[in-house]
């Protein structure tokens, strides 16, 4: 199985901060990754799929670059509706895996 | 708009069968650039794929469940299952049900997810 290490785990920003997530595969994965915004009791939300490509409707604060093994998902600038928990995930091959989430905290 | 929502019983017994179902409204389960996944969330835990299935029902499970999954598609009724047998309560998490897209050559997704559902194990 391909491994997804994502860091940090946590991290506490402020409105307006930049904030960055990395998520670096165990083997090369190409540009099959895909990041999602968690928050409790709502469905998840794709943001970015195929490591750069903004889903329609997703604000373009949020950016995702990276090939190959390391990938990173950006937050120009931090918005009160963007704290929540991020994840990526792999589509390079079955079974298909994920990052263990990055919850973004108020300071 | 595209909505999913599962639904199912809230507490298993060990031993005993896990059965949801997923529901899907505003489209059509039956499209060939469609799947349809199943996710889950151990409380305080990250997220495990537990498998996709096509309209046709060809399934793809993860191994890690080692044969207790079992997938199907009802197209009448818009919907799709998962039943997982002989759960303990390691297999307590929100169950979540999604759409995979594979209509491109770069990769799969899911999107949209169902808001989830939580199953506990317990006796």
């Known amino acids: 199985d391909i491994q997804m290490t994502q860091s940090p785990s946590s991290l506490s920003a402020s409105i307006g901060d930049r904030v960055t997530i990395t998520c670096r595969a165990s083997q090369s994965i190409t540009s099959y990754v895909n990041w999602y915004q968690m928050k409790p009791g709502k469905a998840p939300n794709l943001l970015i799929y195929a490591a750069s490509i903004l889903r329609s409707g997703v604000p373009s604060r949020f950016s995702g670059s990276g090939s190959g093994t390391d990938f990173t998902l950006t937050i120009s600038s931090l918005q009160p509706e963007d704290f929540a928990t991020y994840f990526c995930q792999q589509s390079n091959s079955s079974p298909r895996t994920f990052g263990q989430g990055t919850k973004v905290e108020m300071k | 708009q595209l909505h999913l929502q599962e639904s199912g019983p809230g507490l298993v017994k060990p031993s005993e069968t896990l059965s949801l179902t997923c529901t899907v409204s505003?489209?059509?389960?039956?499209?060939?650039?469609?799947?349809w996944g199943w996710i889950r969330q151990p409380p305080g835990k990250g997220l495990e794929w537990m498998g996709n299935i096509d309209y046709s029902g060809n399934t793809d499970y993860n191994p890690s469940l080692k044969g207790r999954v079992t997938m199907s598609i009802d197209t009448s009724k818009n919907q799709f299952s998962l039943k997982l047998k002989s759960v303990t309560a390691a297999d307590t998490a929100i169950f979540y049900c999604?759409?995979?897209?594979?209509?491109?050559?770069?990769?799969?997704?899911?999107?949209?997810w169902g808001q989830g559902t939580l199953v506990t194990v317990s006796s």
């Open positions: 505003g489209a059509s389960i039956t499209s060939y650039t469609y799947y």
């Open positions: 999604a759409r995979v897209d594979v209509s491109n050559w770069f990769g799969d997704w899911f999107d949209p």
